[in-house]
Nanobody
Framework: QLQLVESGGGLVQPGGSLRLSCAAS????????IGWFRQAPGKEREGVSC????????NYADSVKGRFSISRDNAENTVFLQMNSLKPEDTAVYYC???????????????????WGQGTQVTVSS
């Protein structure tokens, strides 16, 4: 069974950067598209980004486009989310999950994803 573990979160000042990792075990990650989601207190879970199994397709939410970048290293069984120019509204628990495809239509649909990780807290504050 595929298992995902997020890491790399923490406390950062506005304008700072963090790099999140999503590490897989149980199965090779190159079978799956991977999505990043986030959920802040009192808000719905939202899709942030996704990447296809080969890395050839990527999608981003409008709120993070130009600031975040998703990538994967299938040899290391890991997907990354580089977050730059962070804003207080980026504060949330960030999750990664596996899917069959990465598309605009499914990026924000949690029902398309499985094997959710435990999440990692990102806090952007001065």
């Amino acid at each position: 069974q595929l298992q995902l573990v997020e890491s790399g979160g923490g406390l950062v000042q506005p304008g700072g950067s963090l790099r999140l990792s999503c590490a897989a075990s149980g199965f090779t990650l190159d079978y799956y598209a991977i999505g990043w989601f986030r959920q802040a207190p009192g808000k719905e879970r939202e899709g942030v980004s996704c990447i296809s199994s080969s890395g050839g397709i990527t999608n981003y939410a409008d709120s993070v486009k130009g600031r975040f970048s998703i990538s994967r290293d299938n040899a290391e069984n890991t997907v990354f989310l580089q977050m730059n120019s962070l804003k207080p509204e980026d504060t949330a628990v960030y999750y990664c999950a596996a899917a069959i495809i990465c598309s605009v239509a499914t990026m924000n649909n949690s029902d398309e994803y499985d094997s959710w990780g435990q999440g990692t807290q990102v806090t952007v504050s001065s």
